[in-house]
C-alpha cells in the first residue's frame, strides 16, 4: 500500500511540475503576442499615416496643376 502511495504521490508531483511548467511556457507566449499585436499595430498606423501623406501630396499636385491648366486657358 504505502509503494502505491509513494508512486501516485510521485505522479502528482511531476504531473504538478509540468504543469507549472506549461502555465510558464504560456504566459511567455502570450506576452509575445502583444508584442507583436503591438509591432503590428504601430506598423499600421505608420503605413496609414504614409498613405495619408500620400494622398495629401497627390491631391496638391492635381490642385496645382488645375490650377495651371486653367491659367494657360485664359
Excluded: Y
Amino acid at each position: 500500500m504505502q509503494v502505491e502511495n509513494a508512486a501516485e504521490w510521485a505522479k502528482r508531483e511531476q504531473i504538478s511540475s509540468e504543469k507549472h511548467s506549461l502555465e510558464r511556457e504560456n504566459k511567455k507566449l502570450k506576452a509575445i503576442v502583444e508584442d507583436l499585436q503591438d509591432e503590428v499595430r504601430k506598423k499600421h498606423t505608420g503605413l496609414s499615416s504614409a498613405k495619408d501623406q500620400d494622398i495629401k501630396t497627390l491631391q496638391d499636385e492635381l490642385s496645382n496643376r488645375n490650377k495651371v491648366g486653367q491659367l494657360s486657358s485664359f
